[in-house]
């Protein structure tokens, strides 16, 4: 006869549910109907699980559970196992970031080079209003106010919203 055999489930988990039961009618009266609907479906949980059969499968991964902690604390092997997947773990975290920073074959200055007129040409495309004439797309000079940069550079906008605020 196994320990969980040795327990009588159904006086210790309707005790549970009566105990709660009762609490859960003084918060209701302390602190709401809200709070001791709460406490009463709480309550309901033990006998529930005992009902359903859950207690026993609650049982048997506690004691499963137990068995793998107890064999592994005094493994040695399974200690290597844990070394060798934490030097797997390392390994994957220095790889990822050497995969970020390496540059692709091929891809030297050239690359950066077009990247950073690829990007130019965004940022013109964004700040620039166009006017379209037919088929073709004719780009309309932003006005500058009196104190625009004579470089056509980022901050020109936040410059523009800060002296609509009043914020020099």
Do not use: N
Not at 27 to 37: E, H, P, S
Not at 88 to 93: D, P, Q, T
């Amino acid at each position: 006869m196994s320990t969980y055999d040795k327990i009588a489930w159904l006086p210790l988990c309707g005790g549970l549910t009566g105990l709660g039961l009762v609490l859960s009618f003084l918060v209701m009266r302390r602190r709401g109907l809200g709070a001791g609907l709460r406490w009463a479906a709480w309550s309901l949980l033990p006998l529930a699980a005992y009902l359903t059969g859950a207690i026993e499968m609650f049982w048997k991964m506690g004691v499963a559970i137990g068995d793998f902690a107890k064999g592994f604390v005094f493994s040695a092997q399974v200690w290597a196992g844990i070394a060798l997947a934490g030097l797997a773990v390392v390994l994957f975290v220095a790889s990822g970031s050497l995969r970020r920073r390496q540059v692709k074959p091929g891809q030297g200055k050239q690359a950066v080079g077009r990247t950073a007129a690829a990007s130019g040409r965004e940022v013109a495309a964004r700040t620039a209003p166009v006017a379209t004439t037919g088929t073709a797309k004719v780009p309309v000079k932003a006005p500058k106010g009196k104190s625009a940069p004579a470089d056509d550079d980022d901050l020109g906008d936040i410059e523009d919203i800060l002296r609509r605020h009043g914020i020099t």
